[in-house]
């Protein structure tokens, strides 16, 4: 693996763009003496999301980055991460898309939840596409982030049943449980490699 712990725990950034429940079961998660992380920063894409709160509430430092322009924005996130000697990027449920030249700066050190069972359902709406496919089951997946849409490594995934009953609220609900469980366990993973 290409990170280390040494004796301090790996400086990370999570990044959301907007109600974090990811961002805090994480947060949780690094408190704990068995987790390889901390978290130091928090970036957001946009200056309304509601997990922004977990950042004053854990105090940590966050920064919200207008992506109008998303050279400029990405310059701007580059040197945020070097200024707070950030190691590890967990992306969770973060809504744009990074460039290649800015996950090229990263490689390697960059994790995201992903809201389906990769490779099905790269992108948006997973969960309805996943029910109007007449899947069985739905579920989550995290991955290190390549330079194609939802297609890195798969470091571990849960699935879920999908009953007659499931709409896409229920189903995102259901999912949405497991994902704070999966993200912990996929970083203990990927520090035990
Ligand atoms: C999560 O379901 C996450 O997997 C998904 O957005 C939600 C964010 O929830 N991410 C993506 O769709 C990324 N393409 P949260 O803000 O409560 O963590």
């Known amino acids: 693996m290409v990170l280390s712990t040494g004796?301090?725990?790996v400086k990370t950034a999570v990044f959301i763009s907007g109600t974090g429940s990811n961002l805090k079961s994480l947060i949780?998660?690094?408190k704990l003496k068995k987790s390889p992380i901390s978290i130091n920063l928090i970036i957001t894409n946009n200056k309304l999301a509601t997990g922004l709160k977990f950042g004053a509430i854990f105090k940590i430092q966050k920064k919200i980055i207008n992506f109008?322009?998303?050279d400029i924005a990405e310059k701007k996130i580059l040197n945020e991460l070097k200024k707070n000697k950030i190691e590890l990027i967990c992306l969770a449920g973060f809504m744009k898309i990074l460039s290649k030249n800015f996950i090229k700066n990263f490689k390697g050190k960059i994790l995201n939840i992903h809201p389906s069972l990769l490779p099905k359902h790269k992108g948006l709406n997973t969960h309805q596409r996943a029910i109007e496919n007449k899947?069985?089951?739905a579920g989550c997946t995290v991955h290190f982030v390549n330079s194609k849409l939802d297609s890195g490594k798969i470091i571990l995934q849960k699935k879920v049943r999908i009953l007659k009953k499931d709409n896409n609220n229920s189903l995102a609900k259901k999912v949405l449980a497991e994902e704070h469980k999966?993200?912990?366990k996929a970083i203990l993973k990927?520090?035990?490699l």
């Open 190 to 192: 990927v520090f035990s």
């Open 182 to 184: 999966l993200f912990p």
């Open 28 to 30: 949780k998660f690094s």
């Open 7 to 9: 004796t301090n725990k």
């Open 68 to 70: 109008k322009d998303k």
């Open 135 to 137: 899947d069985k089951f």
